[in-house]
Structure formats: structure tokens, C-alpha cells
């Protein structure tokens, strides 16, 4: 059974960044195959990495709605989804990626879910680790999508409208009785202080804080240069706090 990390938390406060970093820092650990799961319909984890999706599930739905000639004789529909998806895994160094993606077609958003929900559970006996990096909306976890992880990392700067999303999340988690078996708190891109500045609005989030991500000049660099996440020096602060939180984490 695979151990299931999964980060989620408002939009702009920087999970796909977390995420991209845990499994940077799970390759480098080499103790097990290890996949990504881009559930943002708005995919851009793989480009994180310098990868390029060629096809992504919400694409293959739509392709195969729209040409249903192309299914091979004497198999179904969804066996020949389920087979596109599975060769549309993206393999790289140390790691796979899979991409949730949009599809086009109404009444198509439910069933990728579906298919989504089907994969994860599929595929948990083929990996090691998979870290799914959620979207910056609820609908993902209200259509339980992920119906279980073993932690579920909430990011979030220090403002108090990504403090709110952050608990607003765990509200929903319990609403719909999803299977948690630990939920802790991310500050990125924290100001030297912000801890103590925003501890009440901290506090209200009502789960341990894991880590503290300091604003990171090297994580930027990476950006404007268009570098991927595996180019970030080891002696960075990101690097080293999302090393202590991994560490924390799987001890």
C-alpha cells in the first residue's frame, strides 16, 4: 500500500511548489517508485520539472468521446481509457507524473473524477509514494476524489485569507468524513516572524504547524529563468525546510 501524501491550499500560496520539492526530495531518497499526481485541472506540476504532458486524463476522455471508432474490438470504453491513462503516465529520473487535466465535454468532469478516484486505488500497490497536488478549489475533495492520505499538508502564506482557506479545508474533510490519518500546517514564504505576527490566526487553523518556508531568493531565480525544480541548490532554505518537513513526516 502506497504511502499517500497530499498537499492542498489556496491558490498563489505555493503547493505546487511543496509538492514538486517532496518528490525531489523522495527521488533523492531512492527507497521506493514514487508518483506525482497532478489533480489541478489547471496541470502544471510536470512543468515544475521540465516535463511536457502529451496527454492528460481529462484529454484522453475527450479524444476517445469524440472518436469512438477508435476503440480497439472487444474492448470496452473504459478499458481502453483506463489502458490511454496508463501509457500517458509521464516517466522521468527518479519519478512519474500523472495529470488530472480539464476535460471539454459536459457531464465529462465527473467521470475523470471517477476514473481519477479508480487510478489512485489501482495504483497503490505499484508505488512506493504518491504525492497529489491538489486543486487551489474544493471541488476536488467535495467530489472525494481522494478518498484517503496518510497526511495531508495544508499550505499557506501568512495572510489571513489563505489561513481561512487552509481551514475551511479541514471542515470539509470532516464534513465528508475522508480518511486522514494526520493533517499539519505549511507556512511558505514566511517573513523572519511571521509565526508569531499571524499566531492567532494560527491557531485558528487548529492543527500543528509542520514547517516554515522562508521567502527564497534561489526558488525565484528558478522562475525567472525558467530552471526547474530539480536545479535548486541543496543549501537552499526551501530545500532544507521541505527536507526537515519530509524528514518529520516518514520518521
Do not use: W
Not at 504511502?3 to 518528490?23: D, E, M, P, R
Not at 497536488?133 to 495544508?154: K, Q, V
Not at 499566531?199 to 492543527?207: L, N
Amino acid at each position: 500500500m502506497s504511502f499517500i501524501i497530499a498537499v492542498a491550499g489556496k491558490g498563489g500560496t505555493g503547493k505546487t511548489t511543496v509538492a514538486s520539492l517532496l518528490i525531489t526530495l523522495l527521488s533523492k531518497r531512492k527507497d521506493g517508485a514514487i508518483l506525482g499526481i497532478d489533480a489541478d485541472p489547471n496541470s502544471n506540476l510536470a512543468e515544475y520539472f521540465g516535463l511536457k504532458v502529451k496527454e492528460d486524463i481529462g484529454s484522453i476522455v475527450d479524444s476517445v468521446a469524440k472518436n469512438l471508432g477508435s476503440i480497439p474490438v472487444g474492448m470496452t470504453k473504459d478499458r481502453y481509457i483506463d489502458f490511454r491513462i496508463q501509457t500517458s503516465i509521464l516517466e522521468s529520473d527518479g519519478f512519474d507524473i500523472l495529470a488530472m487535466g480539464r476535460p471539454e465535454g459536459p457531464g465529462c468532469y465527473c467521470y475523470v473524477n471517477n476514473l481519477l478516484r479508480g487510478l489512485i486505488r489501482n495504483l497503490a500497490d505499484d508505488y512506493k509514494y504518491i504525492v497529489i497536488d491538489n486543486e487551489a478549489g474544493f471541488e476536488h475533495l467535495s467530489r472525494r476524489t481522494m478518498r484517503r492520505a496518510d497526511r495531508l499538508l495544508l499550505v499557506s502564506d501568512s495572510s489571513e485569507a489563505g489561513l481561512r482557506a487552509a481551514k475551511r479545508i479541514i471542515e470539509l474533510i470532516k464534513e465528508l468524513a475522508i480518511e486522514i490519518k494526520n493533517i499539519a500546517l505549511i507556512l511558505n514564504r514566511a517573513p523572519v516572524g511571521t509565526e508569531h505576527c499571524s499566531a492567532p490566526a494560527i491557531a485558528e487553523v487548529g492543527v500543528e504547524t509542520i514547517g516554515v518556508i522562508p521567502e527564497d531568493e534561489g526558488l525565484l531565480n528558478l522562475s525567472r529563468q525558467g530552471k526547474p525544480i530539480t536545479c535548486l541548490e541543496e543549501s537552499s532554505k526551501a530545500f532544507i525546510e521541505v527536507k526537515r518537513i519530509l524528514d518529520k513526516i516518514l520518521s
